[in-house]
């Protein structure tokens, strides 16, 4: 879910105007996984723009206090989302730690870097979920490591019915500032795409695996 529906066009604005999100129904993108796609989404670039970080960082400060009140730390996922995490971590106050997609291969073998503790209550912060496989992977291991994790809050989402369900079937909340439906309203909206490619892009999302082939 979003947190609201006015943050959420908000950042469908910000995203599509500095470029983070590029929408080409006529001329798709090739993910790394080879799914064709008519969207790329890199959140990355949003940490180059002040006005645009610094709304993020107030609005994710916010959906927190409002959904998951009280974490004793807050973790990103590595790598995308760090940055976000920190710059959160730093709004609330909070400690910080961030977990890797797999242990250190050298030194001590971490998986979890900065300290934290069995017991502790976390919230985690994610730049872009798409399935939600690698950002689920960060949940278990703060897991597995004795916390207790609130839920995963993130700056986008595709809105994959996969990812719905494998939140689901984790049971761990997800709250997004903004998601693919948003963003196509606001793409519309500003005439960055036309009525006629709408359903071209609707259509994507359903099955975004098969698409294209």
Known sequence: MIANHETAAKVAEFLLQIKAVRLQPQQPFTWASGWKSPIYCDNRKTL???KVRT?????FARLIGENFPGPDV???VATGAIAHGVLVAE???LPFVYVRPEPKKHGLGNLIEGEIQSGQSVVVIEDLISTGGSSLKAV???REAGCDVKGM???FTYRFPAAEENFSKADCKLITLCDYPSLLQQAVKSEYVSE????TLEAWRENPSAWGN
């Open 48 to 50: 180059s723009h002040p």
């Open 55 to 59: 709304y993020i960082r107030q609005q």
């Open 74 to 76: 807050i973790a990103g």
């Open 91 to 93: 709004e609330l106050g």
């Open 140 to 142: 278990e291991a703060l």
């Open 153 to 155: 809050a993130a700056i």
């Open 196 to 199: 006629s490619d709408l359903k």
